[in-house]
């Protein structure tokens, strides 16, 4: 796969019930479940419940969306705990054989882009396991400051410490000399 062409590649969309079956797959993968805090096993009736809640979701302070890569849905991006002009970042890539080619990186580009311009988010949470070398480096790639070391949850099936991080675009433009700082 070429990495070049990526950013024009990966889009944002609404979910659909017909995504089911690449979730499905990804249910099937233990690399991704461990990843993401999913069962292991899920029965698919179960699994098929919770995506039709998913792609139902009318919560006022949580957004999931697909990530589209090549015409095909390959994971989710989420804005979760929405409140004023700040959300947390989440991003899933479903197919393990995908991660570790750029794909995150340019979805929560594109997540950020998009909660930005069009619900005026400035503030981004996000939140990793210190094992996540990959993630860690997305994050930082992206701009995100390591704010706090707060908790411990499984992660890849070993007790992990947790790491909070923190993008405030409105300081980055500061910080990059796009914007003035306010007086």
């Not at 909660?115 to 996540?132: P, Q």
């Not at 790639?141 to 099936?157: D, T």
Request: a negative charge; aromatic letters at 10%; charged letters at 25%.
């Amino acid at each position: 796969m070429e990495t070049n062409n990526i950013p024009a590649s990966i889009k944002l969309r609404q979910l659909t019930e017909d995504d089911y079956n690449n979730v499905l797959i990804w249910s099937k993968d233990d690399s991704f479940c461990s990843a993401n805090g999913w069962e292991k096993n899920r029965s698919p009736s179960e699994l098929y419940k919770w995506w039709l809640n998913c792609v139902n979701n009318m919560s006022e302070d949580f957004i999931r969306m697909g990530i589209e890569f090549n015409e095909k849905l390959i994971g989710y991006a989420d804005l979760a705990c929405i409140k004023g002009n700040s959300a947390e970042l989440g991003i899933a890539i479903g197919e393990s054989t995908l991660w570790g080619k750029g794909l995150g990186f340019h979805s929560a580009n594109s997540m950020i882009d998009y909660a930005s311009k069009n619900l005026g988010i400035t503030v981004f949470d996000a939140e990793t396991h210190e094992s996540n070398i990959r993630s860690r480096k997305m994050l930082e790639k992206i701009g995100f400051k390591e704010v706090s070391r707060i908790g411990s949850e499984e992660y890849l099936g070993i007790d992990n410490q947790l790491i909070q991080y923190r993008l405030n675009l409105e300081k980055l433009n500061v910080d990059m000399g796009l914007t003035q700082a306010p007086t």
